[in-house]
């Protein structure tokens, strides 16, 4: 397939560029031409700010039939885990299916083309494998296909309540056992056009520390991503400390878990010594601040993570909201308001880890640039919104970082093809209605 591009303004990488026309063949770019002032014949015309398409690195699609309901009153993370739990228990292949779809189109009108999708919901309730023991994980893959976005999924190890106790009634259909019995289910998942498999470690106190060391190395042995909840609350530090006498950074660092193609979420409370060790060893970051505020988490040392040498990348994570715009921002915004100084990240670089370290996160180093080579995976933001309409083309960027929204995005393509156009998705005509119908499934 060959389609030309017009775009009106363009971000590319350093610099807003009007006037830039993108040839695509089979799904990638194949040249870029600036300076053309008006579309070349026969071009599709994206008018606004188009950027690479936004990679949502931490996601828990099911945790979008939670909006609303976990809003209610105060809490703690731990009550919050509760009610997820609930949900968690009523998913079937087919209810996870249709929620997902649903979210993940919510994803493309948002301007994302590829989620990470840390997946944990492997069996049945009670912890029987479906016939097909993958039945979940494809279902996701489906759902991603359908709504027309990329997905990496991070099938996920998580075998304990805490530090070696054995998993709860909710947490038993997350359980394989072992590692070894994880690896084994999760080799039969393949990579395929669009679809990209990783592994994760739920968490320090999900996994036994004697099997840690094999969720790496079956990652290492597929150059595959590998994703960890990393010292989201204190109380898992503190557990961590009376378990093995280290945090939990350090306990993954002597099993052989950090890494280039390893990225901690969260990462909050961390020590000096904790952030050094993410830096040396290029472990990335990936930062998730609406949820993180959402659950009172708390904010996370990002500045002083990426001056050691941790790249970022940023997830929507509990889909308080999906927005990555939101994100970019609020990580900025959330430093201001730690250290009550301002100008910690430009545009430009909130941008490269809404894409291209967020791609990379989810090993997909070839997209995330609007270049020659790459996939051909972007999104078109208005500048003639209430939030952008105003300053000049040149601050376009500034303005998509610092005013724009979600709501904003009018087209998302995806390997060269049209997911959205001028706001709407292209194979799913009515989202909210599917959100609304998948997640009352759930309620009901």
Known sequence: MQVTYWLEHAWLGTHVEPGVTLKITDGRIAAVRTGAQSPPPGAEILRGLTIPGLANAHSHAFHRALRGTVQVGSGTFWTWREVMYKVAAR?????YHALARAVYAEMALAGITNVGEFHYLHHAPGGTPYADPNAMGEALIAAAGEAGIRITLLDTAYLSSGFGEPPTSHQRRFSDGTADAWAERAAQLKDREGVRIGAAVHSVRAIPADQLATVARWAEDRQAPLHVHLSEQTAENDACHAAHGRTPTQLLADHGVLGPRTTGVHNTH??????????TTTTGTCMCPTTERDLADGIGPAVALQRAGSPLSLGSDSHAVIDLLEEARAMELDERLRSRTRGHW????????????GHAALGLPDAGRLEAGA??????IALDSVRTAGPQPRLAAETAVFAASAADVRHTVVAGRHVVRDGHHALIPDVPRALTDSIAALHD
């Open 375 to 380: 996939l051909a995976d972007f999104t078109t």
């Open 346 to 357: 430009t545009a430009a670089a909130l941008l490269r880890a809404a894409t291209a370290d």
């Open 91 to 95: 998913l079937t292949p087919d209810s």
């Open 270 to 279: 961390l020590t000096d010594a904790d952030i050094a060790l993410l830096g």
